[in-house]
């Protein structure tokens, strides 16, 4: 198992995709290569450029590009039936007198996580392979008694069984019991994000490894920031055989490499590696707040360490008009941008359709700006509809002379006003920001022209760097490696409890 270790910006991915069309140009068959990532979009970019270059049919000729759920999948064979749903997590709530839903995994067949804390803990002692009383002595933040914790646990497992059902983990560990028989052999296998992987993930790697002629796993222990979940990333540092490393970043300048250098010189169990910057200086530059910096040009991440920390970031994007994310999320609701978009394609004298109709509607009210009676719409999916239509035949009560936010009277007084700061901004509220606010984590993998750093810690993690401080280290190196230019590092509000860079 040969790695390929990937410092932030020096082609990891795309050094595995052109790997690929190595392979396959000197008469690989495609059948015979794997490429497994952590998600979906990953996998189907890489299986779509392959199929694209050597005109091939991505879904029969390239079945193995994949997420490791993905494959697990395949082998095994499993029937939607069988997969663990939204609907049987709520039967088996109702069964045993607890709230769960779950998070849905992009497979071939939906796979839900239990969200319940318990669950969760369930879950990770069974990827970290280690007793579940061990995993619940080592938890100081689950508010449930042990005696819940078995119930609960031994009940999900009686539910599973009794319906025939798996769940996310079980895929894992039947495809161990399998796949030494069912899996294909391959004449080489990719596998993408190894620091991330759990040692029940290592063992499906380590079978992977047995089946094929060759192996690479790509990754950075330097960026290993999924310890809580499972991730074990000495296994990937202490790995046997060979390995490369990608020496030249085409991200990162040479100001901000040297302060990322830094941090990482403080991880004391880690692969030692040299990489290069850019030829480029950059800049880095501490500041008090984020009003500090013009953020009107260039593309921006604003990340700190929790997701509360961000508040106070959002309320200054907002005052100050600029449109943003927040944790995936557009500042401004995609419905609120359709009604106005809409009011304001009518009073110009075009169509809409009928949901931007019912969208704008739900932002009226009922008697004064459409007819009681007529909030709800009816009218063929394909109908388009014009002002006067809307007039004459929906109900619509008031005309082009008012603006947006007279004619959508229901707009809650924040949103109007967030609203009218974007425009004289000057921001299209329909474009995609060029500002995101992000915790650390939600932002690996992510990059932009600025980043801004807040350096406060939560208690937790503070408390926890005194014990084994490599994963804060490897928290804040993601976070400073994000940068394509500039680095502002923000002034902690508690020096005390920060992170010092």
């Known amino acids: 198992m040969l790695r390929v270790f990937g410092p932030p910006g020096t082609g990891k991915t795309t050094t595995l995709l052109n790997m690929v069309d190595e392979e396959l140009g000197k008469g690989t068959p495609p059948e015979k290569i794997a490429f497994l990532a952590f998600t979906r979009k990953a996998t189907y970019e890489a299986r779509d450029r392959a199929a694209l270059r050597f005109n091939l049919d991505a879904k029969k000729q390239l079945p193995y590009f994949r997420t490791i759920h993905s494959l697990c999948l395949l082998i095994l064979g499993l029937r939607s039936e069988q997969i663990l749903k939204a609907e049987n997590l709520k039967e088996f709530a109702n069964r045993v007198g607890i ?16 969200d319940h804390p318990v669950l969760q803990l369930h879950h990770l002692s069974r990827t970290k392979k280690v007793p579940l009383r061990e995993e619940y002595n080592r938890n100081h933040t689950l508010m449930h008694s042990w005696e819940e914790v078995d119930y609960l646990t031994r009940s999900y497992q009686e539910y599973k069984e009794s319906n025939g059902l798996y769940d996310f983990t079980d895929m894992l560990e039947q495809f161990l019991v399998y796949a030494p028989t069912a899996c294909p052999e391959f004449e080489v296998c990719f596998l993408d994000e190894a620091q991330d992987l759990t040692p029940l993930q290592w063992d499906i790697a380590h079978l992977l490894d047995s089946k094929s002629r060759r192996m690479y796993c790509a990754g950075d222990d330097d960026q290993a920031i999924y310890k809580w979940a499972g991730a074990d990333v000495d296994h990937f540092i202490n790995l046997p055989g060979g390995s490369e490393t990608l020496e030249q970043s085409y991200r990162i300048p040479s100001s901000v490499h040297t302060v990322a250098m830094g941090i990482a010189n403080r991880i004391h169990k880690r692969y030692p590696k040299v990489y290069r910057p850019r030829e480029e200086v950059g800049l880095v530059r501490r500041i008090g707040n984020i009003n500090d910096v013009d953020l009107s040009e260039g593309s921006w991440l604003i990340l700190a360490q929790a997701r ?165 280290n490897r928290v804040f190196y993601v976070g400073v490696t994000r940068t394509r230019q500039k680095l502002y590092i923000v002034e902690p509000e508690n020096a005390y409890r920060s992170f010092e860079i």
């Open 99 to 114: 709230d769960v839903s779950g998070n849905t995994f992009e497979d071939e067949e939906e796979t839900v996580k239990p």
């Open 308 to 472: 509360y920390m961000l508040y106070g970031a959002h309320t200054e994007l907002k005052s100050a008009g600029f449109l943003f994310n927040k944790q995936g999320v557009r500042s401004i609701s995609p419905k609120l941008s359709t009604a106005v978009n809409a009011w304001e394609q009518l009073r110009n004298g075009k169509s809409i359709a009928l949901d931007a109709a019912k969208t704008m509607y739900g932002f009226m009210s009922a008697g004064s700006h459409v007819e009681r009676g007529f909030k709800k719409i009816q009218a063929d999916e394909e109908t388009l509809f014009t002002l006067p239509s809307l007039q004459q035949n929906h109900g619509l009560l008031v005309g082009e002379d008012l603006v947006w936010h007279d004619a959508l009277d229901k707009i809650p007084d924040a949103e109007r006003a967030y609203m009218v700061a974007l425009l004289r901004r000057g921001e299209k509220f329909n474009a995609e920001p060029r500002i995101t606010c992000s915790t650390i984590h939600g932002a690996k993998g992510g990059e932009a022209d600025n980043v801004v750093l807040m350096t406060d810690l939560t208690a937790a993690a503070d408390n926890e760097r005194q014990i084994e401080p490599d994963n804060l």
